[in-house]
């Protein structure tokens, strides 16, 4: 009764209700001139065709293109109606131009790397290969003078977080998909406060869905009257419109232009086990110290600069971040973006590089596993080339759903020689891949597809980094409370649930 009376007050409901009058409208309009109906229905055949036709055309994912031509097909009235409401990542020529320039803005404050790049290639032309994809395709380039920590759980990368944050001079940029009053949000946002009313530039994006049941409306202007500058992602509004589907998934807090972190964990009580929802929660993240961090504050004030259309001067945050200090590290980062708006899809191609160049090993955790025939096909073929690829994921889900579909492809991958294990004490949210002890990606990119084409996200290529080591270590460490899941566990699958879960995977593009 309780959670009923707070979901009938909360925005959402009030959203509902509004989107649902209109639809009523809608359907009411419709029903006034039943005698044109031969009209409508005619019409509503045209425009489905149409949506199929370009669906078919365009440049999406084979599978995504499937999952929204089915529903189109079986329901024709609205079908083709409901695509170009909700289907589409259609651009108004605004938003383009905004979204172009800060795309060259990103292009011209991080200037390429070539001669990084050709050191690389002197000892590993795969890598230099990989490294020059992201350049060329992300505009992010590699770095050097960058130290490297693998933080392997929630409850590490929050302690190293406070200190950061108490060291911070000059600014602080936080943008996470989730922020959650509670043990661990209260405790950054008191340092965040606290060092906002010393003069620090502090500045939080957080992401209006990630946040719909964890903050309360108008959330952000609480933070600026604390002295926190304040953005939110895409906000909810009661209007049935054709906004993007689109989300910040990504995770990223900067601490004076040189010393960032990223990863799965977002800033709420379950991903440092206060409040156990699935129960043990575990996640990764790294902590970079060096030049690698410029490419992290560039991430965030890019976005920052979309969101309030602002054009400043980015230079004028790299001040006073120490140049030219040579740490001893030798290995290689390349911080990343990807955006949904590019027609790039960065996050699964950089996978897809790691997986086909892998001679020895490739170690993944994921929260899920929806993956498209390109990623089955990689998977399956590293394996049968002799390629020990295993996979981590939870045994405990956020979402039954969604675990369905993770499960489905169980079995053809068993098949094919890749080993799949579940995490028996809870979920696993980490985003995390381990290659040849010479590659790894710490990141928010989930190995799905609303991570892979639909979501703003951002990841660490790591190059013969330290922490490697540490990264295979910790997986290798979880792999001692993971259940290995073989063919034997399909054997007594009852059939209506194996017919569920088809279903499921069918639609899984649009969940």
Not at 106 to 112: A, I, N
Not at 185 to 194: K, Q, V
Not at 480 to 500: G, M, N, P, R, Y
Request: glycine residues 6%.
């Amino acid at each position: 009764m309780k959670f009923i009376k707070k979901f009938l007050f909360h925005r959402v409901a009030f959203v509902f209700f509004a989107i649902s009058m209109q639809l009523l409208v809608l359907i009411g309009t419709i029903i006034r001139f039943k005698d044109y109906f031969a009209f409508f229905y005619g019409a509503s055949l045209v425009i489905s065709m149409i949506a199929v036709l370009w669906i078919i055309n365009n440049n999406d994912n084979p599978v995504y293109k499937m999952a929204w031509i089915i529903p189109i097909m079986l329901f024709p009235i609205f079908g083709g109606l409901f695509y170009i409401f909700f289907g589409r990542n259609k651009l108004s020529k605004r938003t383009r131009r905004r979204m172009k320039f800060i795309e060259d803005k990103t292009r011209g404050v991080l200037s390429p790397k070539e001669h990084l790049l050709d050191e690389i290639l002197l000892g590993n032309e795969n890598a230099a290969n990989q490294s020059r994809y992201i350049q060329n395709y992300a505009y992010y380039p590699p770095y050097k003078n960058t130290i490297t920590e693998y933080l392997p759980i929630g409850e590490i990368k929050f302690e190293r977080l406070k200190e950061e944050l108490k060291k911070a001079k000059h600014y602080i940029f936080l943008e996470y998909f989730i922020i959650e009053e509670g043990v661990m949000w209260n405790s950054i946002l008191e340092i965040l406060a606290e060092k906002a009313s010393e003069g620090v530039d502090v500045r939080v994006i957080y992401d209006d869905a990630g946040c719909l049941f964890k903050l309360p409306y108008g959330y952000d202007k609480k933070l600026e009257e604390l002295g926190i500058k304040c953005c939110v992602f895409n906000p909810l509004i009661p209007i049935l419109s054709p906004r993007l589907n689109n989300r910040d998934h990504r995770k990223i807090a900067v601490i004076d232009g040189y010393v960032g972190f990223t990863g799965g964990i977002n800033l709420a009580d379950e991903y440092i086990n206060v409040n156990e929802k699935y129960g043990h929660w575990k996640d990764a993240a790294v902590m970079l110290k060096g030049e690698a961090v410029w490419s992290l504050t560039v991430m965030f004030l890019s976005m920052w600069d979309y969101l309030r259309g602002m054009d400043e001067d980015f230079n004028e945050h790299k001040k006073n971040i120490p140049i030219g200090v040579e740490i001893e590290e030798n290995g290689y980062v390349q911080p990343f973006a990807d955006s949904p708006l590019d027609d790039e899809p960065v996050g699964e191609i950089i996978y897809l590089n790691l997986i086909n160049k892998a001679k020895k090993y490739v170690y993944i955790m994921t929260p899920y596993l929806i993956i498209d025939n390109e990623m089955v096909t990689a998977l399956s073929t590293a394996a049968k080339g002799g390629v020990d690829v295993r996979i981590i994921t939870p045994h405990c889900p956020d979402k039954w759903y969604v675990h369905e579909v993770t499960r489905s492809y169980y079995k053809n991958l068993i098949e094919s020689g890749v080993k799949i294990y579940e995490y028996t004490p809870g979920f696993v949210h980490a985003k995390t891949y381990i290659v040849d002890d010479e590659y790894a990606v710490v990141g928010t990119i989930n190995m799905d597809y609303r991570s892979l084409f639909l979501h703003f996200e951002c990841g660490v290529w790591l190059y013969k980094s330290s922490c490697i080591r540490d990264m295979k270590n910790d997986f290798i460490n979880t792999l001692k409370v993971c259940q290995e899941i073989t063919t034997s566990d399909f054997e007594s699958i009852k059939w209506h649930k194996a017919l569920l879960s088809s279903l499921l995977r069918v639609f899984a593009p649009l969940m």
